[in-house]
């Protein structure tokens, strides 16, 4: 009873347009408080200690790396780099996007600032080019989601925290699915083109290709020099994301001499803001649990599971179905903090890996960033394409059918996931 009563309590703010975290937030005090001897104290003390963990550090780092990507001109000769050597290709543009946000990606750790960087620059310039503007937002949209895939994930660093799993292991794991799907994409994108009649952009000479790639070096060692450091054990994923931060800050303000003291005031508004969120919302959702576990209600559905024989491709339908619907009207942090407390039982009764599950709920992450009416993306793209948030969601659509395709593939071929992590780095 208490249980519906917290989630019911929890719908009804959320429907009310209360923001998630104040919604997670009073729907759990007011069922503690009425039901448990918990005192506020111990409330307010919950949230603070949720925040104390050491790799909840990577968080602001990556993000704020991200941030000064974007506007220290490192994301300009990246795009620039990869245009002049694939723009030539049906499609061609659609293709640099895909590619942009996946080596984005491995930087940001986070979807809404991949598809923000990279789609201020492609949108314009694939609508210059002729592409359906539909089109070209979905594909913003949808390619923009590899930012918490591919590796470093802040959904991964949550994800890993709340399981005592290797956030390094973790990394590793979205690796290989990350380019698969990002290799799923540029496919598609091809095919697409083609059948659309999308023109080739001008071949570029040899001469400008080497050009622009020696340009685009500095900020696209960046990637290489993170999740190398992270999989030789020089550091770790928390060290990594600081050290990350002090190589974009040299190369956007000593190579390319683009970053102004003028800019930081934009670049750590922008920050603080996506971090803040994070944050409100992972201590919201800790003491939102706080009162599952008092009632061992992730023991209690562990154990129903158990008397029904449910089995593991039963358990992910159910699981990925819950994910979907979720992801309609909460964003991936929420999702995760309210859901893994009470999967992690299941998942373990059922022999499931750890680390191949955490990379099928990412997949399932990534649709509820592009997945109407709150996907973050979506809004991101509307606000950089000024249009209305449906035409968003109606090009976004084909999308998500590719990223559904991926989703089950990777479910029952976990080695894409496993390969990695649980083969290379244990030899």
Partial sequence: MGTALLFSIFAALFLLNVPVAVSLAVA??????????????????????????????????FVFAGVVMSHGGIAKYLIAALRAWFGHLPGGLSVVTIMSCAIFAAIS?????????????????????????????????????????????????????V??????????????????????????????????????????????RWKATLKAIPGAFLPVFILGTIYLGIVTPTEAAVLSVFYALFVSAFVYRELKWESFRKI????????????LIIAAAMVFSLYLTAEQVPNQVAEWIAEHNLNKYTFFLATNLMFFIMGTFLEAVSITLITLPILLPMIKALNIDLIHYAVVMTVNM??????????????????????????????????????ISVLVLLIFWPQISLYIPRVLMER
């Fill in 109 to 161: 750790g986070s979807s809404p600032a991949t598809a923000a960087a990279i789609g201020a620059i492609m949108l314009p310039a694939m609508m210059e080019a002729g592409y359906d503007k539909r089109y070209a937002m979905g594909l913003v949209a949808a390619s923009g989601t590899l930012g918490i895939l591919i590796p470093p994930s802040v959904t991964m660093v949550i994800y890993g925290i």
């Fill in 366 to 403: 990534e649709l509820a960033m592009i997945t109407p009416p709150v996907g973050l993306n979506l809004f991101v793209v509307s606000a950089m394409a000024k249009e209305r948030l449906e035409e968003v969601v109606k090009g976004v659509w084909p999308f998500i059918l590719v990223l």
């Fill in 163 to 208: 399981t005592e799993e290797s956030i390094g292991k973790l990394f590793m794991g979205g690796l290989l699915p990350g380019l698969f799907l990002a290799g799923v994409l540029i496919i598609f994108a091809i095919i697409y083109a083609r059948v659309k009649g999308y023109g080739r952009g001008e071949r570029a000479s040899w001469e400008e």
């Fill in 268 to 279: 750590f508004r922008e920050a603080i803001n996506i971090t803040s969120m994070i944050y």
């Fill in 28 to 61: 759990a005090l007011v069922i503690l408080a009425t039901t448990t001897d918990f005192t506020l104290y111990m409330v307010v003390q919950r949230m603070f200690a949720s925040l104390l963990s050491p790799p909840l550090m990577a968080i602001p780092a």
